[in-house]
């Protein structure tokens, strides 16, 4: 036979050994997509995935906006797709279909599974005197929580400097609509109804609203109301098996304001408190290892991105409004007022919520570049999150000060902290902002636009909002003490029933 008339079948032979191999080799690309390494890149994944329709994990975060029912830091919400950057890699944007424990279902609704979701909360069934009933609701009944699907019937929280340490009550609101099938939400956190299964359990006293608003005697009482509701906490919290099995470990209570549960804490200093800072606590009751440090709610508006002034639209260099005679820690805002008041650039001057204070506060950082955030009688105040609703770059002066999340969030990114002992060196400050030239202040202002969302409370809570942050930082407070009481445990479990001499 000629070599002519064995090419064609050897050509034939050469397309059927290639096909073959091309189906034996696909299934094992598919396979090392599950594993460690993929030789698939994920966009062609994805769309394969799309295209196939077998599993569908379609969510309405994106395609519907539920506007807040009640008084939300957001005005003009904006939620970028861009991840959260972290020291050490970035923390990706947790989607329902995988690390928020919701299931897609054939209507697109969302359903959520204890088993799935990453933190499982157990909380107190409470008399309505420790939380809502403090607001003025009363239920029907045995009612003990409102229906938090009808939102006319949740009570509003009230409004003012009240709002600032309001987190006790976005929490709750967030615990109870985890169960509702309903309202969409990010299922980071859900509400189980056995405490053996729970990661943690959630003590829903709003004490920050008890101080703020029942901390005084009236009439004839000889004890506040404040006091007496910390009282019946203690005692009805040291006789619960709960607390008794861990000493108290593994229960989560909101002290946010810095006078709150100051009677209480002493007693009950082993569990995880929520709070704004350390300023006001001993060491051994509150400290950044077992401790969440949570943000104020800011009171004024955020301003949208695009609505957000440039460096060119931005008149005043350095803005501070509020307080100025403070005690102690706070001294150093005293001496920055004489320093700063006469010089042409620069607003410093007293002022309170009073006579649409917050409106002038909102618009006098929206036209500033730099906004001071100085200690005051604590080291924390609710001006640095005003300053980053407003895309005002942060100056930190407050040695001492504790920032929400900041084992994921670098706070240097878009704020600039300066050592107290340096802020009242005459011209050390102005010399150090006049420096900072539109180029970098412009990188920290595209940041704070895009960080701004991880400070907002609303509800329906929201993918990387103030609610969703906490709830994540109190999952990696668990992990950390859960670490320590598996290490103590390494020689306790099994020990020789005849002591071996």
């Known amino acids: 036979m000629s070599e002519k008339s064995r090419l064609p079948s050897s050509r034939l032979l050469f397309h059927l050994i290639a096909i073959s191999t091309f189906f034996v080799i696909l299934p094992s690309l598919f396979l090392l997509q599950f594993g460690d390494i993929s030789f698939i890149p994920s966009s062609v994944l994805n769309l394969i ?26 005005a003009s919400p904006v939620y970028s797709n861009r991840p959260l950057k972290t020291k050490a890699v970035d923390h990706q944007e947790s989607t329902p279909s995988n690390k928020l424990g919701a299931l897609g279902n054939e209507e697109g609704k969302i359903t959520y599974d204890p088993n799935r979701a990453p933190l499982r909360v157990y909380m107190y069934e409470l008399p309505p005197e420790f939380h809502f009933g403090l607001l003025g609701w009363k239920g029907t009944g045995n009612q003990i929580w409102p229906d938090v699907v009808n939102h006319n019937q949740i009570p509003r929280y009230p409004g003012g ?69 910390q009282d019946k906490l203690v005692e009805f919290l040291k006789g619960r098996d709960e607390w008794k099995r861990l000493g108290g470990k593994n229960h989560l209570i909101v002290a946010h304001h810095p006078n709150s549960m100051l009677v209480a804490r002493r007693k009950l200093g082993s569990a995880m408190f929520v709070l704004a800072d350390f300023g006001r606590y001993p060491v051994e009751i509150a400290n950044i290892q077992k401790d969440v440090i949570a943000p104020y709610k800011h009171l004024v508006k955020t301003i949208a991105a695009e609505e957000s002034a440039p460096f060119e639209g931005r008149s005043v260099l350095v803005y501070f409004q509020g307080a100025i005679y403070r005690k102690a820690g706070g ?33 006098g950082m929206g036209s500033s570049k730099f906004c001071l955030n100085i200690a005051g009688d604590t080291p924390s105040s609710n001006r640095l999150f005003d300053a980053i609703a407003s895309h005002c770059v942060p100056v930190i002066i407050s040695d001492a000060i504790e920032l929400p999340f900041e084992d994921v969030l670098d706070y240097s990114e878009f704020c600039i902290f300066v050592r107290a002992s340096d ?15 539109r180029e970098n202040w412009t990188r920290m202002w595209e940041r704070l636009k895009h960080i701004t969302r991880h400070f907002e409370y609303q509800y329906p809570s929201q993918p990387g909002d103030a609610v969703n942050m906490i709830w994540e930082a109190v999952s990696r407070k668990i992990s950390s003490i859960q670490l320590k009481d598996h290490r103590k445990n390494r020689f306790r479990r099994y020990q020789p029933l005849v002591k071996i001499t």
Not at 337 to 359: A, C, M, P, R, T
Request: hydrophobic share 40%; proline share 3%; aromatic share 10%.
């Open 161 to 229: 400097l009240n709002l600032q340490h309001s987190m006790e009550y976005w929490l709750t609101l967030d615990l109870l609509s985890s169960n509702t099938q309903n309202l969409v939400r990010p299922c980071t956190v859900i509400r189980v109804h056995n405490s053996s299964q729970a990661d943690i359990i959630f003590v829903p006293f709003f004490a920050s609203l008890s101080y703020n608003r029942h901390s005084k005697l009236h009439g004839k009482e000889k004890v506040s109301v404040n006091r007496m509701l």
């Open 331 to 363: 001294a150093v805002r005293q001496e920055l007022y004489y320093l700063l008041k006469e010089e042409k650039d620069v607003h410093f001057s007293f002022g309170s919520v009073q006579v649409n204070g917050i409106n002038q506060a909102g618009q």
């Open 423 to 437: 802020a009242v060196k005459k011209g050390f400050l102005l010399n150090l902002l006049r420096g900072i030239n």
């Open 49 to 74: 995935n799309v295209n196939n329709t077998s599993v569908s994990f379609k969510t309405k975060f994106t395609s519907e906006t539920i506007q807040p029912p009640f008084p939300s830091s957001v």
